[in-house]
Each structure stands twice: as C-alpha cells, then as structure tokens.
C-alpha cells in the first residue's frame, strides 16, 4: 500500500462538504413528540432512523402525487396498534392497506368491543387452553370472542348473493360496512370503509377470519347449500389497476412477510405484463419507503431484505434517481407511534 498523508480538513472544510452536524439530545426544548422526532433526526443510531422515517413519511403525505400503500404483519392489533392504523387511515396517510388475515381478526374483536388482557410469562399454556384462553406473546385473545366473530361473519355472508365470488377486499369491504353501522370503537376496516380504502389480505386461509369463511362454506355444503368460491386473482388484478393509474408510489410497512412482498411484487407485476404479453402497462417503482422491523439482513427472510435490494427487482426507485427510504430498526410497538404522531403534529 503506497504510502500517503491523510488530508488536514478543518471543521469548516468538513461543513462547505455538506456533512449535516450531529446535534445532542435536549430534553428542555422537547414539549411534543414531534419536539422529541426532530431532535432525534439529528443524533445516530436508530434514533436517528426514527426521525428520518417522519421525514419521508410526511414527505409522502404532501407529495398529492403519492399514493400510498400501508402494509401491516406482526400482532398488531392484540398489541394495541390499530389505532394507529386508523388514524393514518383517517388522515389520508394510507390510501390502500395490504395486511395479514390475523391484524384483521384481532382488529376486529377490538371493533365488538371485546378486551384483550395481558398474561403473565409464568402462565401455564396448558391451563389457558383449558380455559378458553389463546396467548399471543404476552397478552390474550379469548376464545369466546373468536366464536361472537365467527356468528357476525356468518350474518355478513348471509347477507350475500352465493353467486358472487368472494376475495379477501370484497369480505373486509362488507364487514366494515357492518362496524361502520354497528360499532362506535376505532378499527382498521370500519376506517378503511368510511374512507373508501381498500384493505388487501393475500394469505387470507392464513387467519381465523378465513377459517371462519371455511366453517360457512362446510356448514352450507352440510345443508345442501351452495357454497362460495373464494378467487384471490381478484384482489391481484384489483390492486395492480390501481397501481398502475398513479403517478408516484409509496409504502409504509410495518413487519414484512406476506404483506410486504405482495404489495411490493406488483411493480415487477406490471413489467412482465409488457415484456411477456406485450400489454402496454406504465413503469411503476415505489418512490417512498418506510420499514419499521427489527429483522436484521443476515436471517436471510423477507423482512429483513432491505429497499436496495427491492431496486435490482424493479420494486424501488433507487436513492440516485431520487428514490427515498428510511429503514427502523425497531420493535414497531414502540417506534411506529412515535413517528406518525410527530407527522400528525406537524400537519
């Protein structure tokens, strides 16, 4: 190795390069949580990652270009984060939500206004089973409340033509319908149908939700009845047609998984759509990013893959064209309120 002096930069020097300096921590300036976010932006580590995920995510929300994809994994409903959901909802941060069958089970015991309760690590699982009981990490879903679910699933089915060939945003379209005319609790389908959002569940069986539409169709074969057919290709179709009438692209996800990808895969979607069957269809890449997971790269899972890897499937701008991103590193229950707050305040 040739043998070299490092250059003498003065801290000047160091700023005409357009560094950003590091600023401490100051608890006396911090009277909201947007205060605290800012401040944050400014320091290192996942502290920082935290604040620079607000900056993109109110980037997203102002560009009236975007739209933006909220895709949810993880329990995040039995761990009280729905809300949080709705509010984005609510507040036209989330113009689609892509999420796993169980958020929307969980969610939707919230919206009969049942509880969920917290449960100590040193509880017997076997004793929770005998009692009605099913734990989720460190708190409880009850059993009963899963079959009142099960008997609203069953009116809402009911009420529709077994002619009619069901996909998962048809089923979670009507049974917002039914907690928008039923329920005064928050929830992410009564908000996804007051805002004409639609709600996506790919591994739909994956869940009690689709259980409880399998249990409908048994019970209709067990009485010479017609049963429903169930075609996810709908939801496909559905999502890539409105992807590809959009200007810019977004993504909030919380976890990854099943969500994530299916949201992410319909840019690729759209390309082998032109390039195998000559159909002409724009060219589409999520310009905003915002990934709240603690799942590091090395796993090798898909909610570790980081946006840059996206950018060699065509799923993502990449930063050099403009792309922007902002990964967390971070349980969601903690990180995902403060960065939605902090944007909230600043609108």
């Not at 997203?60 to 975007?66: A, E, T």
């Not at 009981?133 to 879903?141: A, P, S």
């Not at 009116?155 to 907690?179: M, Q």
């Not at 939700?209 to 409908?216: A, E, M, P, Q, T």
């Amino acid at each position: 190795m040739k043998k070299g002096k490092r250059k003498k930069e003065s801290y000047q020097d160091v700023l005409s390069a357009k560094f950003v300096p590091t600023k401490p921590m100051d608890l006396s300036k911090v009277k909201t949580v947007g205060d605290m976010v800012k401040q944050m932006e400014f320091t290192s580590f996942g502290a920082r990652n935290v604040g620079e995920a607000a900056n993109v995510l109110y980037e997203m929300y102002k560009d009236k270009d975007c739209y933006t994809v909220l895709t949810i994994s993880g329990a995040m409903t039995v761990a009280k984060m729905g809300s949080i959901a709705c509010d984005m909802i609510e507040n036209g941060m989330a113009d689609a939500v892509v999420t796993t069958g169980a958020v929307i089970t969980h969610g939707f015991v919230e919206g009969l206004e049942k509880a969920h309760f917290k449960v100590d690590a040193g509880t017997s699982d076997i004793e929770l089973y005998h009692s009605g009981c099913n734990r989720v990490y460190d708190t409880l879903e009850l059993e009963s409340s899963l079959n009142d679910m099960e008997k609203i699933v069953e009116k809402v089915l009911d009420g529709i033509n077994r002619e009619k060939e069901l996909c998962s945003s048809f089923i979670a379209h009507e049974l917002g319908k039914f907690l928008s005319k039923h329920s005064k609790m928050k929830n992410i389908l009564r908000s996804a149908y007051e805002k004409n959002v639609p709600v996506f569940i790919p591994a739909f069986t994956d869940s009690e939700l689709g259980l409880d539409v399998g249990l409908y169709n048994r019970r209709a074969a067990g009485k010479g009845g017609k049963r429903f057919s169930f075609d996810p290709f709908l939801d496909l179709e559905a999502f890539t047609k409105q992807i590809e009438k959009q200007k810019t692209l977004g993504i909030f996800t919380i976890g990854g998984g099943v969500p994530r990808n299916w949201a992410q895969q319909v840019c690729p979607y759209l390309d082998i759509i032109a390039s195998r069957l000559n159909e002409k269809t724009p060219f589409m890449r999520y310009k905003y990013g915002v990934r709240i997971c603690p799942e590091p790269v090395h796993w090798g899972g898909l909610s570790g893959c980081t946006y840059q890897e996206g950018v060699s499937w065509g799923k993502f701008v990449p930063v050099s064209e403009g792309g922007r991103w902002a990964e967390v590193y971070c349980d969601a229950t903690i990180a995902w309120p403060l960065i939605v707050k902090a944007v909230l305040e600043r609108l």
